[in-house]
C-alpha cells in the first residue's frame, strides 16, 4: 500500500519537523513555556501513534474451509501451516516484517495449573488440588495422578455429543505437551522464536493441541509486502471448533478486528455451523464489518455453470442472515499456486496445470480475485484515512497555526520599546486571565457532565446485568435449571467406573452446554451492549464538545480583536471537535481492554466440589449399606436415584457459582472498564480543547523582561524568528497539501 505508507511517512516528519520548530522557540526564551510544552507532547504522542497503529484484518470460517491458504496468499507464500483437518488451535495473527520470523507468547504455570484445575473440577477428590497441596504440572506426582484419573475414564466415555469433552481434551493436552514445552514455560510470561530457516517449526505449536494449550498468542512477521506495514491479519480456529474456549478466542479478536472475511467452502457451501456463527456476529452488532469470501474448489466444479449455481445458493442462504452480503469467489489455493509456480511439487505442477486448462473457471475466479483485492484495499484505505491520518492531521494544523501565532507574536513585540513591550504584555496577561477563567469553566462542567454519564453507565450495566429480568443472566439460569441429563446413558459407566467418575463425565457434559451458551449467547450479547455503550458515551462527548469548542471559538475571537494592532495570521476557522474515531487510542492509551470472553465461562471456580460430591457420595453408602437386603434391579434403579440427586445438586450449585460469578464480571466490567473508559475519554476530549486554547495565549513576560533588562540581542531572536516564520510556513503548506492527498486513500 504506497499511497498509505507515503503520506503516513510524510505525517510522522511533519510532526518530528513540528517539534524541532518549538525546541527553537523555547530556546530563545531560554525558558520551558508552558504552551510550547504542550504542543511538543502533541507531536510526540501523534508521531508514537501513528507508528503505533494497526489496521486490524479477522479471517474466520469453518473447519477445512481454507482460511490459512486465503492468508498465504495475502503474502504469496506458504507460511501457515494447512490442509491438515483442525489444525489451527489459535488465533495466529499476521504482519508484514522486516524478516522472517514467528514469535510465540507462552502461558505461565501459575495460568497452566490454573486451567488444569478448572478442567479436572468433579473429578475425585483424591484427584484434585487442595488448599495445602495445589496441582502443579511440573511435579511428576501430580501429571501421574492426572494421568491415572483420565485413564479410568475409558475413551468412549469421554464423549459428548460426538466429540471428545472439552475439559477432558485440555487435560489430555497439557499432559501429552509437557515434555516438549517445559524448557520454555517460565514463572513469568515467556516467548519462543523462530526465524529464518526455523521458521516452520513453530508450526508444531500452533497445529498440536498438545502444544498450542500452552500458548496465549502468536505473532508471524512476514518479509513479504503482503497488505503492507500496519495491517495485521488474524487466522482464526474453525468457527465451528467443538471448544467453547476457542470461539471465546475468536471473539476477543472480532472485538478489535476493524474488517472480518468470513470463508465458506464451495465444496460445503453454507452449513449449519456457518449459520450458528454469522448468527452469533450478528448479535454482536458486528455484521456490517464482514465481507465473504467463497473458497471455490476447482477441483468440486464441473462447469463454469456448475459453480455459478452454488453460488447463488450461497449467497441466497446468506442473504437470510445478512441483507445484501459482500460476496467474491475464488480459489485460494490456485491464487497461491500461481505466486508460487516455481516452487511446486511436481504433484502440485500437475494440479495447477490441470486447473489451467479450466480456462472459463479460471478466468472468472482470476477476475473476483482481482475485484476482493480491489475491495480490501479501499476498504483498508478508508479506514485508515478516516482513523489515523485525518485526526491527527487536524490537530497538527491547530499546533502549526498556534505557533505561527507565537512568532508573530514575538516578531512584533521586538519591533516596539520597552514601554510598548510592557503594554503588550500587560494586555496578552490579562486576555491570558480570561482564558484561564474559561478553562477552569470548561473543566468544571465537563467534570459534572461526565459524572451524570458516569451514572447513566452504572444504570445501564446493572439492568443489564440484572437477574430479574428477562436478559442474558435469566437466560442462563433458565438453561441450567432446564438441563436434562439422560440417565440411561450412564448406565454402564455406574456399574464400571462407579459414582464419583461417572458424575464427572455428566458434569463434563453440562459444562460444555454451559461454556457453548455462554460463548454463543451471553458473550455476544455483552459485546453488543458494550459497544451500545460505548457510542452513547463518545456520542454524548461529541455532542457536549460543540458548545464547548464554540465558547473557546468565541473568547478567542475576542483575543484576536484585542489584539488588533498585532500583525497575526487570520485566524482559521476551527473545526468540530470528534473524538468518537479515537476510541481505540483512548483504550490503548489508558490501558484499557474489555475482561477477555472467556472470562464469563470462569464460573466453575466457584463451584464447591465437596458439596456436590458429599451429597451423591451419601446416598451412594446408603445404597451399598442397603444392597445386601435388595434384588439387583432394586440396587439398579437406587443407583440411578443417587445419580438424579448428585445432578440436581450439580445443577444448583452451577446456578449458585454462575450468579456469583457473573455479578463479579458485572462489577469488574463496570468499574474497571466502563467508568474507566468514560474518565478516558473526557481527558482526551480536555486535551482537544486545551489544544484550541493553545492557538493564542503565548506568554511574553519573559521576553518582556529581557528587553527592559536590555539583556536581549533584538537582531540575533528576530533573525531566529525569521527563519522560523518561514520554517512554519512551509509546516502549514506541507499540512495543506497532505491533507488534499488523502483523498488519494479512497481512489
Not at 513540528?18 to 511538543?40: F, M, P, V, Y
Not at 475414564?153 to 471428545?164: C, E, K, P, S, V
Not at 459485546?527 to 468565541?554: C, H, N, S, T, W
Request: proline residues 2%; neutral net charge.
Amino acid at each position: 500500500m504506497p499511497v498509505y505508507e507515503t503520506l503516513k511517512r510524510q505525517l510522522v516528519r511533519i510532526s518530528d519537523d513540528t517539534a524541532r520548530l518549538l525546541d527553537n522557540a523555547e530556546k530563545i526564551t531560554e525558558l520551558i513555556d508552558e504552551g510550547l510544552s504542550q504542543w511538543k507532547t502533541t507531536c510526540q504522542t501523534i508521531s508514537e501513534q501513528v507508528s503505533e497503529e494497526i489496521m486490524r484484518v479477522a479471517v474466520v470460517g469453518a473447519i477445512k474451509s481454507g482460511k490459512s491458504t486465503f492468508v498465504n496468499t495475502l503474502f504469496g507464500g506458504d507460511y501457515l501451516k494447512r490442509g491438515a483437518g483442525v489444525v489451527t488451535s489459535i488465533v495466529t495473527r499476521v504482519r508484514t516484517g522486516s524478516r522472517l520470523r514467528a514469535i510465540l507468547y507462552l502461558k505461565n504455570w501459575d495460568e497452566v495449573n490454573r486451567e488444569i484445575d478448572q478442567a479436572s473440577l468433579l473429578l475425585p477428590a483424591h484427584n484434585r488440588s487442595t488448599a495445602d497441596h495445589p496441582f502443579d504440572i511440573r511435579r511428576e506426582k501430580d501429571r501421574q495422578i492426572l494421568e491415572r484419573a483420565l485413564a479410568d475414564l475409558a475413551a468412549d466415555q469421554l464423549i459428548t455429543n460426538d466429540t471428545r469433552s472439552a475439559g477432558s481434551v485440555l487435560l489430555d493436552s497439557y499432559l501429552k505437551g509437557y515434555d516438549r514445552v517445559r524448557q520454555l514455560v517460565e514463572a513469568d510470561h515467556a516467548t519462543a522464536i523462530f526465524e529464518k530457516e526455523r521458521f516452520a517449526l513453530h508450526r508444531d505449536f500452533v497445529g498440536d493441541d498438545a502444544m498450542a494449550v500452552y500458548l496465549k498468542d502468536a505473532l508471524l512477521e512476514i518479509d513479504a509486502p503482503g497488505l503492507g506495514g500496519g495491517v495485521e491479519i488474524a487466522d482464526c480456529q474453525g468457527s465451528d471448533a467443538p471448544n467453547p474456549l476457542h470461539l471465546a478466542m475468536i471473539q476477543d479478536y472480532l472485538m478489535m478486528a476493524h474488517l472480518t472475511v468470513y470463508v465458506i467452502s464451495s465444496r460445503t457451501g453454507l452449513r449449519q455451523a456457518d449459520i450458528r456463527f454469522l448468527s452469533m456476529i450478528r448479535k454482536m452488532g458486528i455484521l456490517a464489518t464482514v465481507a465473504f469470501v467463497v473458497n471455490c474448489d476447482l477441483s468440486e466444479h464441473e462447469s463454469l455453470e456448475d459453480l455459478s449455481e452454488g453460488i447463488r445458493k450461497i449467497e441466497a442462504d446468506l442473504s437470510l442472515i445478512c441483507p445484501e452480503p459482500q460476496l467474491f469467489t475464488f480459489s485460494a489455493l490456485f491464487s497461491l499456486m500461481s505466486q508460487m509456480e516455481s516452487d511446486l511439487s511436481r504433484r502440485d505442477r500437475d494440479r495447477f496445470a490441470h486447473w489451467c486448462r479450466e480456462t472459463a473457471m479460471v478466468s472468472f475466479a482470476t477476475a473476483e480475485r482481482t475485484r476482493f483485492q480491489r475491495f480490501l484495499e479501499q476498504k483498508i484505505n478508508q479506514e485508515r484515512s478516516s482513523l489515523l491520518l485525518k485526526n491527527h492531521l487536524e490537530r497538527l494544523e491547530i499546533v502549526a497555526g498556534g505557533i505561527g501565532n507565537w512568532i508573530d507574536f514575538n516578531r512584533d513585540l521586538l519591533t516596539r520599546d520597552a514601554g510598548g513591550a510592557r503594554e503588550l504584555a500587560d494586555r496578552v496577561h490579562h486576555q491570558r486571565g480570561r482564558l484561564e477563567r474559561l478553562k477552569l469553566t470548561v473543566k468544571n462542567t465537563l467534570d459534572g457532565a461526565v459524572s451524570q454519564v458516569k451514572r447513566d453507565l452504572k444504570t445501564a450495566t446493572d439492568r443489564f446485568f440484572d437477574v430479574h429480568t428477562d436478559g442474558v443472566v435469566d437466560g442462563v439460569v433458565r438453561l441450567v435449571r432446564g438441563y436434562q441429563v439422560e440417565m440411561q446413558r450412564y448406565d454402564e459407566s455406574l456399574m464400571t467406573i462407579g459414582f464419583a467418575k461417572t458424575l464427572y463425565m455428566v458434569f463434563q457434559e453440562f459444562k460444555q452446554a454451559v461454556d457453548a451458551h455462554m460463548a454463543e449467547s451471553v458473550n455476544p450479547q455483552v459485546i453488543r451492549f458494550v459497544k451500545a455503550q460505548e457510542k452513547i458515551l463518545m456520542g454524548y462527548l461529541d455532542e457536549i464538545a460543540g458548545p464547548y469548542a464554540a465558547m473557546i471559538d468565541e473568547a478567542l475571537e475576542q483575543y484576536a480583536n484585542a489584539m488588533d494592532d498585532v500583525n497575526m495570521r487570520p485566524r482559521r476557522v476551527s473545526s468540530r471537535i470528534n473524538i468518537g474515531p479515537d476510541l481505540e487510542t483512548i483504550r490503548k492509551m489508558a490501558g484499557l481492554s474489555l475482561p477477555p470472553a472467556a472470562a464469563t465461562m470462569r464460573y466453575s471456580a466457584q463451584i464447591k466440589t465437596e458439596a456436590v460430591m458429599r451429597f451423591g457420595f451419601y446416598k451412594i453408602v446408603n445404597l451399598v449399606k442397603k444392597a445386601m437386603k435388595k434384588s439387583a434391579d432394586k440396587v439398579h434403579q437406587e443407583q440411578f436415584l443417587a445419580l438424579a440427586s448428585g445432578v440436581k445438586r450439580m445443577k444448583r450449585e452451577t446456578e449458585r457459582s454462575i450468579l456469583f460469578h457473573l455479578k463479579d464480571y458485572k462489577e469488574n466490567l463496570k468499574f474497571q472498564y466502563m467508568l474507566k473508559l468514560a474518565d478516558a475519554a473526557a481527558a482526551a476530549l480536555y486535551r482537544q480543547l486545551l489544544e484550541r486554547f493553545q492557538l493564542h495565549g503565548a506568554d511574553l513576560s519573559r521576553l518582556v523582561e529581557l528587553m527592559v533588562a536590555h539583556g536581549l540581542n533584538k537582531e540575533n531572536v528576530s533573525a531566529s524568528l525569521d527563519q522560523m516564520r518561514e520554517s512554519s510556513k512551509r509546516l502549514q503548506e506541507k499540512i495543506g497539501q497532505l491533507k488534499a492527498d488523502l483523498p488519494q486513500l479512497n481512489d
